[in-house]
Antibody
C-alpha cells in the first residue's frame, strides 16, 4: 500500500524559511517522479514543484521559482521541499504526490494527507 | 501556460441523477494527458481519470471521462451520496495547470 506522510509544516513569519518532508513507503521510491501540490484556504489546487525518479531533473512553478527547492533522498525514501523567503500567499496545505512513472508525462497518482503551512506575522 | 476552465462552477443535483462536468483548455492538451480528481472536504484529492478516459484503480464505473484536444467531460451516470464533492481537471502533459474546480452539491 502506497503511503505518503508529510511533516514539517507550521507557523512561520513572512520572510522566514521552512523545510517540508515526505516519507514514502509501499513502492520502489526511485522508480517514480514526485511532486508537491498546494491548496490555499478555500481555493483550488496549484502545482508547486516536481522531481524525476532519479532526482536528476527538477521543475518549479513560476510563483515559487528562486524561493523553493524540491529534492529527494532515494536512499531514505524521502521527498523534500525547502522553502525560503516565505510570503503570506504561500499559506496553504502542501501535498506530497507520487507520480505514475519516473519522468514526464505522468499523472498525479497517490496523494498524502498534506501538511499545513501558515505564513503570518 | 494552458488555462483550464471548468464549468459549471456549481452543479446542484439529486442522488441518482446524471452529472456532466466540463473542462475546456486554452490550448490543445498534448496526447490527451488530462486527469480528473475528486476532493471531499478535509481530504486530499483522489485520482479518478487519467489520459482523458482511463479510470484509475478502484474507481466505480459510474465515473467516465471523454473528450480530446481542448474539450473534456467527466460524467457521473448516477450520483451516489458519496459523489457530492469538488472535482478538478489537470493538464499533466505540459503546463501541469489545474482547472478552478466544479462543486457538485446536493439539490
Amino acid at each position: 500500500e502506497v503511503q505518503l506522510l508529510e511533516s514539517g509544516g507550521g507557523l512561520v513569519q513572512p520572510g522566514g524559511s521552512l523545510r517540508l518532508s515526505c516519507a514514502a513507503s509501499g513502492f520502489t521510491f526511485n522508480d517514480y517522479a514526485m511532486s508537491w501540490v498546494r491548496q490555499a484556504p478555500g481555493m483550488g489546487l496549484e502545482w508547486v514543484a516536481a522531481i524525476t525518479g532519479s532526482g536528476g531533473d527538477t521543475y518549479h512553478a513560476d510563483s515559487v521559482k528562486g524561493r523553493f527547492t524540491i529534492s529527494r533522498d532515494n536512499s531514505d525514501n524521502r521527498l523534500y521541499l525547502q522553502m525560503y523567503s516565505l510570503r503570506v500567499e504561500d499559506t496553504a496545505i502542501y501535498y506530497c504526490v507520487k507520480g505514475s512513472s519516473s519522468s514526464r508525462p505522468y499523472y498525479l497518482h497517490y496523494w498524502g494527507q498534506g501538511t499545513q503551512v501558515t505564513v503570518s506575522s | 501556460e494552458n488555462v483550464l476552465t471548468q464549468s459549471p462552477g456549481t452543479l446542484s443535483l439529486s442522488p441518482g441523477e446524471r452529472a456532466t462536468l466540463s473542462c475546456r483548455a486554452s490550448q490543445s492538451v498534448t496526447r490527451n494527458y488530462l486527469a480528473w480528481f475528486q476532493q471531499k472536504p478535509g481530504q486530499a484529492p483522489r485520482l479518478l481519470i487519467y489520459g482523458a478516459s482511463n479510470r484509475a484503480t478502484g474507481i466505480a464505473d459510474r465515473f467516465s471521462g471523454s473528450g480530446s484536444g481542448t474539450d473534456f467531460t467527466l460524467t457521473i451516470t448516477r450520483l451516489e451520496p458519496e459523489d457530492f464533492a469538488m472535482y478538478y481537471c489537470q493538464d499533466y502533459g505540459s503546463s501541469r495547470t489545474f482547472g478552478q474546480g466544479t462543486k457538485v452539491e446536493i439539490k
